[in-house]
T-cell receptor
């Protein structure tokens, strides 16, 4: 079946511009997560959605970062006034409700964001 | 968060078994042991998870020590497509945050 889909796969933009990254989770997955992976580093958790609500936004690094989810499906991560330190691969994952016991997270292949 | 310790790298030959170790001496009673792997230029891929008993699936086996302070991911016959970074992660209760460390870089020789 279809996995997690992210678009665009690559994005190059100038410092100061806004960017939007999209994630289409696996159908029926109520939980959605965003992570960031800087070059040569491990994944950093950004935000968790259960349905359309985000009970945990603790990983968002600054108020330039925001995310929303609609229809318990698609999610968009927006970065305003991009900075060079925002350059990274942004990964989206989805799963069944983690509150019902351990649920594997299924990842997309990420959006590689490069800020010039 | 309880931490895991893995070797930085390991090598294997194609079609031979691979045993990837993970130490987690501070594991708590509610922590599950998860394994993910990440191939180059791809997102992480779930491999297997367990709590106390050994687990098998189509990808791998997970052997968990009786005291749960260590575990081993077993790939029964390594292929070139198994070359990846393997991450051992502890995740407690209904916790959803996966904390990825440096993992083990597995190289598979033809």
């Amino acid at each position: 079946g279809a996995g997690v889909s992210q678009s665009p796969s690559n994005k190059v933009t100038e410092k100061g511009k806004d960017v939007e990254l999209r994630c289409d989770p696996i159908s029926g997955h109520t939980a959605l997560y965003w992570y960031r992976q800087r070059l040569g580093q491990g994944l950093e958790f950004l935000i968790y959605f259960q349905g359309n609500s985000a009970p945990d936004k603790s990983g968002l690094p600054s108020d330039r970062f925001s995310a929303e989810r609609t229809g318990e499906s698609v999610s968009t991560l927006t970065i305003q006034r991009t900075q060079q330190e925002d350059s990274a691969v942004y990964l989206c994952a989805s799963s069944h409700n983690p509150g019902r016991g351990h649920q594997p997270q299924h990842f997309g292949d990420g959006t590689r964001l490069s800020i010039l | 968060d309880a931490k895991t310790t893995q070797p930085n790298s390991m090598e294997s030959n194609e079609e031979e078994p691979v045993h990837l170790p993970c130490n987690h001496s501070t594991i708590s009673g509610t922590d599950y042991i998860h394994w993910y792997r990440q191939l180059p230029s791809q997102g992480p891929e779930y491999v297997i998870h367990g709590l106390t008993s050994n687990v098998n699936n189509r990808m791998a086996s997970l052997a968990i020590a009786e005291d749960r302070k260590s575990s081993t991911l077993i790939l029964h016959r390594a292929t070139l497509r198994d070359a990846a970074v393997y991450y051992c992660i502890l995740c407690g209760g209904s916790n959803y945050k996966l904390t990825f460390g440096k993992g083990t870089l597995l190289t598979v020789n033809p």
